[in-house]
Each structure stands twice: as C-alpha cells, then as structure tokens.
C-alpha cells in the first residue's frame, strides 16, 4: 500500500514538461492497446452524461481559471505581492481561454461539417441540416475535445503551480488548501483521461486531442514569454 501512495504522489507532483512527454506516450499507446484489447465497459465510466463528466470534464476550463485565480488572489491580497509579478499569470490566464475557445470551436466545426449523412450523398453537408432532414450524420474525424481540454487544463494547472510557488514561499493554510483543490483536480482529470482512451474516440483522434493540448501549453508557457517585457518574467 505504501508503495502505491508513493508512486501516487510522485505523480500528483510530477512536472508540467514531465506530463507532457507522459500524456502523449500513454495516450497514444493506451488508445491502440485499446482498440485492440476491447475492455469491458465500466457502467459509470462508460457513461458520457455521468455526473463527473458532466460537472467537472465539461467545464474543466472554468474550473481551470476558478482555481488558478483563486491561488493568484491569496499571493496578491495575502502575501502582499506586487501586482506586476502577476501580470505574466493573468495574461496566460486570458490568452489560455482565447486558446480554449478558439480550438473548440475549430473542433467542434470539424464534427459537424466534415462528415457523411445518411440521405443523399452531397445533398446535405452539415450535420444540422442532416439531422434536421431525419437523417443520421457519420464523423469522418471527430477529434477528442475531452482529451484537448483535460491535457491543456492539467498542463496549464501544475506549470502554473510551479510558477507561483517561485514567487514567494508561502506555506499559509489557505495556500495550502488552493493548492490542494488544484491537484485534486489534476487527479481527477487524469483518472477520467484513462477512461477517455479506454472507450471513446479512435486513436488518431485521441491522439490529435493529446496534441493540441500540449500546443496550448507550450505556446503559453514556452513562447509567449519572449514577446513580454523582461520586468513581466
């Protein structure tokens, strides 16, 4: 039991760039093994409307900037750090959500527009207009939005806890429970990631989901830095 709470928190703890490489190695052989294996399906799990998916999985964005705010707030009001120290987290902040939007909808416009309906063949092109005729609209690539929004959340949440923590080491109860809520979200993010890849989705598209998450983490935290003025670093 010991060694099992050990490797539980060793991964809890691991780094944005560890979880990077971890993410797109487990998803994409996680989705063959899966494909290939066939696993049974857990009723819950299995259940995209169930109570977790719907609640967290489905807003993890708005969870995301509930969370990490949160922890902003209490190193501004609590440990009286200066604004412009916080400037480079409220812009990631702003540009992740231009991201999250942006990339949704270019995801959800594929589902929709790029696909074969039932009816006649190149009468109707939209899954709209197919459904709306009585027809029944078959994706030609339907790339996992669960598996973008998780990757990129997580990312954007343990990158952004290590940051903050750089600023200055406050140990305060109220950090300590901030901190807490955010790994706990990262977990279940990760626990509900695994039953993404066992049941949902081709592998392709697990995999260009796992990816686009992993472009949002790497423009927000690698790139967008370069562009800001020293003092903001």
Known sequence: MSVVRERLERWIHQSADQRCKCYIFFTTVGSFIARAVQFGRLPFFSDKYNFLNQVFVKQCWAWTLLLISIVTLLRV???????????????????????????????????????????????????????????????????????????F?????????????????????????????????????????????????SPPEKILGTLTGVLGYTLLFKQLSSFLPTNWV
């Open 153 to 201: 959340c997580n990312l954007f949440i343990t990158k952004s806890l290590e940051e903050i923590a750089k600023l200055e080491n406050a140990d305060t109860l109220p950090h300590q429970i901030s901190r807490a809520f955010c790994r706990l979200l990262v977990l279940l993010f990760d626990v509900m990631m695994i039953f993404t890849i066992l049941y949902w989705h």
């Open 77 to 151: 009001i609590w440990d009286k750090l200066p604004l412009r120290k916080v400037y480079l987290i409220v812009l990631r902040l702003l540009f992740g959500t231009l991201y999250w939007y942006t990339l949704t909808t270019i995801i959800d416009g594929i589902k929709d527009n790029v696909g074969r309906c039932s009816l006649q063949p190149g009468e109707y092109n939209t899954k709209q207009l197919c459904v709306t005729e009585g027809g029944s609209w078959k994706y030609v690539m339907d790339i996992s939005g669960h598996m973008f929004m998780m990757v």
